[in-house]
């Protein structure tokens, strides 16, 4: 199951249920809808959400899927209803593993690292549209009145970057920044990359949005073992370039180890880099952004978790939670200043109440926050993951999954 939270609303997408929309308050459903696309029926992989009118009722939803396909939805909260707006055929790049949309841009990127840049502002036809990253011709399921095939504007390839990414759009005055943050290896151990892309609007309606400024930073290596680690070059050694945009990463050498372990999950919302290890801790560094220029802080080590973290999620109002894969273990992060790692509360669930999930079952967690702890069984209750974790101003929402992949989304209410 796939899990967005967006002002009490958590927006779901699996293969069983498609997508679906719920009330976090009343735990009651939305809307839902299914996701099945033309010659298949791939697993949703990745999912994003555009909030920009959400304050009017509107929500836009992103979906990636297995094949590569990948379609965009919107929701009426006011009407309670779910309708899509546009479906792309699959691609024979792989499956989808991370999206950002904000509308007109969407970003994807696979498991390979390969990275798409869309924008469904298209210009004015004089023949063919734009094909997708695969030579493939865009879908032309999108019916009038809906999106047209989105353009491709640039595609991103990295024969060094490896999971885990995160992906990112925002607004910056008339721009849109787009960001990749991703993970590669050095000598002897691993270090984290960001590559911010400047997008601003077209000149006119028979041009296509500009890609002005490509900015990439590396955090310091981490070292893991091996020899001294390699620091990433000043100058990249090569890139792969495409409408005018690089990417690049630094290259190993000869000598260099097969991958060593580095961070498990990355969270980007700017300016909050958010990494989790596999450590029981995470590592906080904070981008500074300019149409000029681009740098990583030094990282700050978080500690206070004492079991596996299986997630992790952040805002741009500079929080984050973190879960345990295994028990009761949530933690709540100030991030702001550079005494966040001191800056931490434990979140533990009522022992007395019981609480009910979104997929109707009754759960013996608690809908509040208390100081009480339930002690785990001896059997049978470590056997539940918590695999996905996220929060708005006054719930935190963790996805729990049990023996048998069942799955349930358990909402935690502060107020």
């Not at 009426?76 to 546009?86: D, Q, V």
């Amino acid at each position: 199951m796939l899990v967005k939270v967006v002002e009490g609303v958590a927006v779901t997408a699996d293969g069983e249920g498609g997508l679906r929309a719920w009330d976090l308050k009343s735990r009651s459903l939305i809307g839902q809808v299914g996701t099945g696309g033309e010659g298949g029926e791939a697993a949703p992989s990745c999912i994003a959400v555009d909030e920009t009118e959400f304050e009017r009722g509107v929500l836009d939803v992103a979906l990636g899927f297995d094949d590569g396909s990948f379609g965009v939805w919107r929701l009426f909260t006011g009407e309670k209803r779910l309708e899509l707006r546009y479906r792309h055929e699959k691609s024979s790049n792989g499956g989808l593993r991370a999206m950002a949309f904000s509308y007109p841009y969407l970003l994807t990127a696979t498991q390979s690292v390969l990275v798409s840049l869309y924008t469904f502002v298209v210009p004015r036809p004089r023949g063919r549209f734009a094909h997708d990253a695969s030579g493939a011709a865009p879908s032309t399921s999108a019916v009038t009145g809906k999106p047209p095939p989105p353009y491709l504007l640039t595609s991103l390839d990295s024969h060094t970057s490896r999971p885990p990414l995160a992906l990112s759009l925002r607004r910056a005055g008339r721009a849109t920044v787009a960001s990749v943050a991703y993970t590669f290896s050095t000598r002897r151990g691993w270090s984290i990359g960001v590559q911010d892309l400047h997008i601003h609007p077209p000149a006119g309606p028979n041009s296509v949005p500009e890609i002005t400024t490509t900015r990439i930073a590396y955090t310091n290596p981490v070292e893991t073992g091996g020899s001294p680690p390699l620091s990433p070059p000043a100058t990249p050694h090569h890139g792969h370039r495409r409408s005018g945009t690089t990417t690049t990463a630094p290259q190993p050498s000869a000598s260099t180890p097969p991958l060593e372990p580095g961070p498990t999950t990355l969270c980007y919302t700017h300016p909050y880099l958010l990494a989790t290890l596999p450590d029981n801790t995470l590592i906080l560094h904070t981008c500074t952004s300019t149409a000029s220029s681009l740098s990583i802080s030094d990282g700050v080590r978080l500690w206070g978790h004492t079991s596996g973290i299986s997630d992790a999620e952040i805002t741009a109002r500079g929080k984050a939670v973190s879960v345990s894969s295994r028990g009761e273990e949530m933690r709540v992060w100030e991030l702001e200043g550079r005494s966040a790692a001191s800056r931490s509360v434990e979140i533990r669930p009522w022992q007395q109440q019981t609480g009910q999930s979104l997929a109707g079952e009754q759960e013996e967690e608690g809908e509040g926050m208390g100081g009480g702890r339930r002690e785990p069984a001896a059997s049978g209750e470590w056997d539940e993951r918590r695999n996905w974790v996220g929060f708005d101003d006054e719930m935190v929402i963790v996805l729990k999954e049990r023996g048998g992949a069942r799955q349930s989304l358990m909402v935690y209410d502060f107020t």
